[in-house]
């Protein structure tokens, strides 16, 4: 689980990769001295360093990093050390071919790029744990070195091996998930198609098929893959906690929706001593902040509200999209601070100095291509000085005011073939719902499904559930005693359809949730692309609506709004239901923008959340703890604003810079 970075080694974290072995001596010098002009505390160093270090395999050139390791501390310069075990050299590959992972269709990926692993090669897990430990042996008590980065963003580019290695270790973790062959039939519904297995060795990965290849071994395979990944980074944290006891290991997420999605997060940060976040801005047209925001709150929150580091993000534009802006003047800080505002232990990048060749040359720096005469350079300097002053908020935390369900396995399970519409987009949802109540100023916390037992209406008075398609039956109860408590619900459609092995809960949809939202849906009746539907209040306000439509019979619940058109017209759209003290809301339709936001009004109101009477993209958060409350306010606009403080007295925050106040003790 996270814990702090130790605070006598190190203040907020500010820095960046460093990657000195594709640099000359003379570079070294003037990189520290520069990182010191720019207030660097720590650098993640030798992520892919592997063949610099053990040029040929049992022989290692030691010389490179204890000399930048020495510079750095002789410096003041903490070091996020890495075990290269993202690239493996080429020799290890000559040697062993089939450590090389293979496609879906059979296609063996090739040396020549970065990430290529069959995580249930024997030889590569045996090569990792020599590194590893050869590294943790030499560097383990090194003052310097105040974290351990194992490996580099499990999951991408490749997670997922489809040979005859992995095909045997699925057996393996099959046999330990169903335990006999019979619950495996039954939990895979074999039934159908006629699946059924008589013998552990017929069984494959979910390889190529004619049509659609039962969806229970992919979400099963899926699960696999992560567990295998997982067990590698589980092998390189245990040397590495055994040879350098008392220094933190993590290894960097990648948690944004847009980013990584075949790793459950969840399981993970209970792995991890401190969990670490790279971020980064996809420019697809929408607000990237509120992105980043979402991304920072919910890598918050699987840290379990503890603290947690932003390990790379971009000083200006990125290289790997099809076209790649420089951030605005300005942009950069606002990013930073922001994913520090919502807990962050500082602020890192990719990667110190721009690389000059290679794939990622054109990706933005720290130190840029053109030198330090750059607006980029001034920015990064003004940003260490900026975090160098709040070195205080180590001790704090920032804490989320309402609540939504967050599941990559629902996730998994959903984006299978053959749903009822192929436009059905979880995360689409989850983003639509977050960014209203980002609007509305209101910081989120996530939960697990099976992490909401018990959970507090008082602090939380209102939990989202944008879309859980795969639901397990304990969410019922744990819904249920919330509503009945006084927590405010609101659950979109597509919810608790199926368990964890994809079978849809016995009886009407929406399976376990048909209680608490006291109702059932009786059919599910999606729209065609373009198709839209109205939905009129009974206060007269109607919405447009797309994607999705259904027929809602009520059973204990209150109709606000109904469909007026379409092939669902006269049923419910939007439904309450009062239970215990509490409310239960169910939307059955895609509602966008505004009228999505208008939904959540509603809601708010009933869980009794004012609104807070800021302009949109003014992020107000706050962070509190031992030493002080610093309230953040971040100015997206191109105008000033004034913000109240909790003295009552206004305080301006110029167009598109970052005000930190620290209330007075
Ligand atoms: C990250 C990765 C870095 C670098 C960066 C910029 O995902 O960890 O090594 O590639 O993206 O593209």
Known sequence: MSSALPHDRLPLAYGGDYNPEQWPREVWEEDVRLMREAGVTVVSLGVFAWARTEPRRGTYDWE???????????AGISVDLATPTVVPPAWFYRAHPDALPVTRDGVRLAFGSRGAICHSSADYRAAAASITTKIAERYGSHPAVVLWHVHNEYGAPVLTCYCDNCAAAFRLWLQDRHGSLDALNEAWGTAFWGQQYGDWEEITPPRTTPTVCNPTQQLDYQRFADAQARANFVAERDILHRLSPGVPVTTNFMVAPSQCQSIDYWAWAAEVDLVTNDHYLV????????????????????????????????????????YNPAKLPGEMARNSLSHVARGSEGAMFFQWRQSRSGAEKFHSSMLPHGGTGTRVWNEVVELGRTLGELADLRATRTHGNVAMIWSWESMWAQSLEWRPSEDLDARERLESFYEALYDRHLTVDFFAPSGIGGLDPERYPLLVVPQLYAAPASVAADLESYVARGGTLVVSFFSGIVDENDTVHPGPHPGVL????????????????????????GTGETYEADLWAEVVVPNGCETLATFTDGRTAGHPALTRHVLGEGTAWYLATRLTGDSLAAVVDLALADAGIAPSGLPRDVELVVREGESGTFRFAINHTDAEVKVTLPDGSRACVPAGAVEVFRDPR
């Open 283 to 322: 420019t697809d047209g929408r607000r990237t902040h509120v992105n980043l925001a979402l991304t920072a709150d919910l890598t918050r929150s699987v840290a379990g509200g503890g603290p947690w580091l932003l390990l790379e993000h971009a000083t200006s534009g990125v290289n790997w999209q099809p």
């Open 514 to 537: 048909r209680d608490v939202l006291g109702l059932t849906v009786e059919e599910f009746s999606p729209l065609l692309p373009g198709e839209k539907v109205t939905v009129g209040t």
């Open 64 to 74: 490179w990093l204890d000399t930048i390791i020495g510079m750095l501390h002789a």
